[in-house]
């Protein structure tokens, strides 16, 4: 009952959110002179600047890097989709590269000694498996883009940003760890139905 009443509004956000996405970028993406790998490449370089300044302890800076980091991240989709130019890899590309800048955010705060190392380590895991879970289930179905229906990274990222800026990072890492939870285990509910 908690989970189908959670599953629809993290349904609500994701479909307000693409739409909200579209409105904004729709024009900037139009206009961008960069190629959406350059812009997922620039993502994860601010995403590695984000996660020095959570070892260096400033929050805040961490925080505005990391909101920069992914609005190129949704900027990237738009161009490629506004330009016509999107490919396999560029696809590929943007997918590992979120997992880059999750890993070494997390990965921060777990060094920083933010958060509890068990509390952090096991989000850590939970969202690392989501993910594979999702790249197994497409390669051994032979469907593409099983995942992104499921991915609560735009949710994820928000409340990342938010622990960040506010510095209320052990309740962030907790609902993370919901998130991923939440994520894990529809991904593993569709891969069953698919693969059985």
């Avoid at 995403?47 to 070892?55: A, D, T, W």
């Avoid at 921060?108 to 989501?130: D, M, R």
């Avoid at 800026?165 to 069953?192: D, H, N």
Wanted: one cysteine or more; proline letters at 4%; hydrophobic letters at 50%.
């Amino acid at each position: 009952m908690v989970w189908n009443s959670l599953s629809g509004g993290i349904m609500q956000y994701l479909e307000v959110k693409r739409k909200v996405e579209k409105k904004l970028l729709q024009k900037p993406a139009e206009a961008c002179p960069f190629s959406p790998n350059t812009l997922t490449f620039f993502s994860v370089l601010l995403g590695f600047v984000s996660g020095y300044f959570i070892l260096e302890g400033m929050l805040v800076y961490s925080a505005l890097f990391f909101l920069t980091a992914v609005l190129l991240d949704a900027l990237d989709g738009q161009v490629a989709r506004a330009k016509r130019i999107s490919s396999k890899f560029g696809s590929f590309f943007d997918k590992v590269a979120d997992r880059i800048v999750d890993m070494t955010l997390l990965s921060s705060i777990l060094l920083s000694g933010l958060v509890p190392l068990p509390a952090g380590l096991f989000t850590l895991c939970v969202i690392v498996l989501a993910s594979y879970s999702s790249a197994v289930a497409e390669a051994e179905s032979r469907k593409k883009h099983l995942g992104e229906g499921m991915s609560l990274r735009p949710l994820r990222s928000a409340i990342l940003f938010l622990g960040l800026l506010s510095g209320q990072l052990e309740p962030a890492v907790f609902l993370l760890l919901i998130t991923g939870l939440y994520s894990l285990e529809k991904r593993l509910l569709v891969s069953f139905q698919l693969l059985s």
